[in-house]
C-alpha cells in the first residue's frame, strides 16, 4: 500500500514538473538589461577602433611605439566605450545622470557622459509571453484544480517600467499568479470549465489594474489548461451522462404523446370513413410485403368491403 502511495506521489510530481517546465519553455526571455550581447559585441568593437587609431596616431607623432601611447590609447578607447552606445530597433535604454532620470535613449547609437550618465535598464517594447500556473486551488463550490495559463503583454512606458518596480518581468509573473488564484476562488468549478471567455476577461482587467502605473499594458490572458482531480472527473462524466439520458427520456415521451394524439385523430377518422380504414390496411400489408420482400396469401373476404356498395348499386341503363 506504502508503494503505491509512493508511486501515485511521484507521478503527481513528475506531472508537476512536466507542466512547470513546459511554462518555462513558453516564457519570453527575462529582463534586457545593460548586457545585452549586441551592446557588448559594439562596445569591444569601438574600443579596438580607438585604441588602433591613438596608437597610429602616438606612433606617428613620436616616431616610436612607446608605453605612454598604448597607456593613453587604453585610457582613450575605455572612456569611448563608456561614451557610445547602440540600442536595436525594439529598445528603448533608460538615461540617468548622477542617479536621477534623464532621457530615454533608442534605437540606434547614442552618446552618454562617462562615468555621469549610465544605462539603468533596456527595456524591450515588443509583445512578450509569460506562462503562469497555479496547483490545487480551490473553486467556490471547494474543487482543487490545478490551472495553466499564459498572457501576452507588453511595455508602453519604459521609464515607468525602470522607476516603479524593481523586475517588471518577476512582477508581471507575480501579479499573474495572484490574480488568477483570486478569480478561481470566486468562480464555482463549471464557470471555470464552461465560461472560459468570461474567466481570460476578469484576469486580463485585474491584472491590467496592477500592472498600468508600471507602464504595462496586458494584451490578453489565455487559460491553457484545466485539470480536476481524476475522481471527479469520473463523478462529472456519470453526472453528465445521466442528465443526457433524462433529456432523451423527456424527448420520447414528448414524441410518443404527439404520436398518440394523431393515433386518436386518425381513429376518429377511421371510424367515419370504413373505406379509408381498409385502403389503410391494405397499404400497410404492401410496405410490410415489399421491405421484407415476401409474398402474403390474402383471402378473398378481405377486398369484399370494397365491392359491397358496387354489388348492391343499379347497373346503368343501356339505351
Known sequence: MGFLNNKTKNAAAQAVNARSAEIEFLNSPSTRHVNDNAANVFSAFVFIIVFALVAVIGYLIAGAMNIWVLCIGFALATIAIFTVHIASQWERDVILRLGAFNRMAGPGPYFTIPFIEHVA?????????????????LTSDLVPVNVDAAIFWMIWDAEKACMEVENYYDAVSMASQTALRD??????????????????QELRDKIEEKTSPWGISIISVEIRDIVIPKELQNAMAAAAKAEREKDARIVLAEVEKDVAAMLHDATEIYRDDEIA???????????????????????????????????????????
Not at 126 to 132: D, P
Not at 183 to 200: E, P, Q
Not at 284 to 305: D, H, I, K, T, W
Request: hydrophobic share 35%.
Open 121 to 137: 535598464l533596456k527595456a524591450d517594447l515588443r509583445t512578450m509571453l509569460t506562462g503562469f500556473s497555479a496547483e490545487e486551488i
Open 183 to 200: 478569480a478561481i476562488g470566486r468562480n464555482s468549478l463549471s464557470d471555470v470549465t464552461v465560461h472560459r471567455d468570461k474567466l481570460d
Open 277 to 319: 380504414f381498409k385502403l389503410r390496411q391494405m397499404h400497410l400489408v404492401n410496405q410490410s410485403l415489399r421491405e421484407s420482400g415476401g409474398s402474403l396469401v390474402v383471402p378473398s373476404s378481405y377486398a369484399e368491403g370494397f365491392v359491397e356498395k358496387a354489388a348492391g348499386a343499379t347497373p346503368p341503363t343501356q339505351q
